[in-house]
C-alpha cells in the first residue's frame, strides 16, 4: 500500500522559511516522479512543484520560483520542499504527491505574525 | 499556463442522481486530464487519469470522456460518500493546473 505521510509544517512568521518532508512506503520511491499541491484556506488545489526519479529535473509554478526548492533523498525515499521568504499567501495545506495520483494526508503552512 | 475551466462550479442532487461534471482546457491537452475527488478534511483522491482511466479501486460508478479541450466527469448512482468536491487537472503541459472545482451537494 502507498503512504506518503507529510511532516514540518507549522506557524512561521512572513519572511521566514520552513522545510516541509514526505516520507513515502509501499512503491519503488526511486521509480517515481513527486508533487508537492497546496490547498489555502478556501480555495481550490493549486499545484507547487514536482521532481524526477533521479532528481535531476525539476519544476515550479511561477509564484514559488526562486524561493521554494524541492529535492528528494532516495536513500531515505523521502521528498523535501524547502520554503523560504514565505508569504501570507503560502499559507495552505501542503500535500505530498506519487505522479499526483497518490497523496499524502497533508501539513499545515501558516503563515502569520 | 493552461486554464482549467469547470462547470458547474457547485450543484445540489439527490441519492440515487446521475451527474455530469465538466472541464474545459484553454488549450488542446490531448488526454491528459486527471479527475480527483476530495472530501472536507481529506486529502484528494485520484478517480481517474488519461481522461478516462479509472484508478485502481475506484467503482465504475465513475466514468470520465474527451480529448483535446472538453472533457466530463460522470457519477452514476449518487451515493452519500460520493458528496464532495470534484477537480480536473492537467498534466500535459507545466505548470500543472487544476479547474476551481465542483462541489456536489446533497438536495
Known amino acids: 500500500e502507498v503512504q506518503l505521510v507529510e511532516s514540518g509544517g507549522g506557524l512561521v512568521q512572513p519572511g521566514g522559511s520552513l522545510r516541509l518532508s514526505c516520507a513515502a512506503s509501499?512503491?519503488?520511491?526511486?521509480?517515481?516522479?513527486m508533487d508537492w499541491v497546496r490547498r489555502a484556506p478556501g480555495k481550490g488545489l493549486e499545484w507547487v512543484a514536482n521532481?524526477?526519479?533521479?532528481?535531476?529535473?525539476?519544476s515550479y509554478v511561477d509564484s514559488v520560483k526562486g524561493r521554494f526548492t524541492i529535492s528528494r533523498d532516495n536513500s531515505k525515499n523521502s521528498l523535501y520542499l524547502q520554503m523560504n521568504s514565505l508569504r501570507a499567501e503560502d499559507m495552505a495545506v501542503y500535500y505530498c504527491?506519487?505522479?499526483?495520483?497518490?497523496w499524502g494526508q497533508g501539513t499545515l503552512v501558516t503563515v502569520s505574525s | 499556463d493552461i486554464q482549467m475551466t469547470q462547470s458547474p462550479s457547485s450543484l445540489s442532487a439527490s441519492v440515487g442522481d446521475t451527474v455530469t461534471i465538466t472541464c474545459r482546457a484553454s488549450?488542446?491537452?490531448?488526454?491528459?486530464l486527471s479527475w480527483l475527488q476530495q472530501k472536507p478534511g481529506k486529502a484528494p483522491k485520484a478517480l481517474i487519469y488519461?481522461?478516462?482511466n479509472l484508478q485502481s479501486g475506484v467503482p465504475s460508478k465513475f466514468s470520465g470522456s474527451g480529448s483535446g479541450t472538453d472533457f466530463t466527469l460522470t457519477i452514476s448512482g449518487l451515493q452519500p460518500e460520493d458528496f464532495a468536491i470534484y477537480y480536473c487537472?492537467?498534466?500535459?503541459?507545466?505548470?500543472?493546473?487544476f479547474g476551481q472545482g465542483t462541489k456536489v451537494e446533497i438536495k
Open positions: 488549450q488542446g491537452i490531448a488526454n491528459y
Open positions: 521532481i524526477k526519479p533521479d532528481g535531476s529535473e525539476k
Open positions: 487537472l492537467q498534466y500535459h503541459s507545466y505548470p500543472r493546473t
Open positions: 504527491t506519487r505522479s499526483l495520483d497518490n
Open positions: 509501499g512503491f519503488t520511491f526511486s521509480d517515481s516522479w
Open positions: 488519461g481522461a478516462s
